[in-house]
T-cell receptor, first 112, second 116 residues
Framework: DAKTTQPPSMDCAEGRAANLPCNHS???????VYWYRQIHSQGPQYIIH???NNETNEMASLIITEDRKSSTLILPHATLRDTAVYYC?????????????FGQGTELSVKP | DTGVSQNPRHKITKRGQNVTFRCDPI?????LYWYRQTLGQGPEFLTY????????KSRLLSDRFSAERPKGSFSTLEIQRTEQGDSAMYLC??????????????FGAGTRLSVL
């Protein structure tokens, strides 16, 4: 599985968009980008995933660059409840059993 | 609430004791995963089941660790002769059969183990 690089921490003002970057320069053509987040004292929660097209759901948007070497998770209107650690994971479609390989993630602090 | 239940939520034990954790996955999910998370780190994969079959074990899973999923429903993770280094959050996740385009895991809240 390709390795990901994320900034260790970011701040965002409440109500503003939070843009969380992820570098995955070694991604291969059949690997997907997944985003999970983990709120304090809870298990990780799936947010969104994509292969090469931009994706949007009720939680967030995922922008993947054309060369697929990086992506950005966008929380359009961050709230205090979005304070969490955000993990960017690259998952090969033939990953043995679908295990998730977590890095250290980005700790997002949403401030009033 | 994701629908994945883990018990107990907290466990304090003395070094050398055995402990067992339970995970009840979402009922229709045939995949069940165990992860371990230490402070400040992301979760690390331990093992997974496809129904009752344990198909992969990480090198992190020493011979003091054993996991079962006897009827393809709930799972247990047992740690024998606990060591202080076993102190961590143990997370369980479940999913339906992953496909090329979709591999979404639903996590429980975890069991926090403290070994004194």
């Amino acid at each position: 599985d390709a390795k990901t690089t994320q900034p260790p921490s970011m701040d965002c003002a409440e109500g503003r968009a939070a843009n969380l970057p992820c570098n995955h320069s070694t991604i291969s053509g059949n690997e997907y980008v997944y985003w999970y987040r983990q709120i304090h004292s809870q298990g990780p929660q799936y947010i969104i995933h994509g292969l090469k097209n931009n994706e949007t759901n009720e939680m967030a948007s995922l922008i993947i660059t054309e060369d697929r070497k990086s992506s950005t998770l966008i929380l359009p209107h961050a709230t205090l409840r979005d304070t969490a650690v955000y993990y960017c994971i690259v998952s090969h479609r033939d990953n043995q059993g679908g295990k998730l390989i977590f890095g250290q993630g980005t700790e997002l602090s949403v401030k009033p | 609430d994701t629908g994945v239940s883990q018990n107990p939520r907290h466990k304090i034990t003395k070094r050398g004791q055995n402990v067992t954790f339970r995970c009840d996955p979402i009922s229709e999910h045939n995949r069940l995963y165990w992860y371990r998370q230490t402070l400040g780190q992301g979760p690390e994969f331990l093992t997974y089941f496809q129904n009752e079959a344990q198909l992969e074990k990480s090198r992190l899973l020493s011979d003091r660790f054993s996991a079962e999923r006897p009827k393809g429903s709930f799972s247990t993770l047992e740690i024998q002769r606990t060591e202080q280094g076993d102190s961590a959050m143990y997370l369980c996740a479940s999913s339906s059969q992953p496909t090329i385009a979709k591999n979404i895991q639903y996590f429980g809240a975890g069991t926090r183990l403290s070994v004194l």
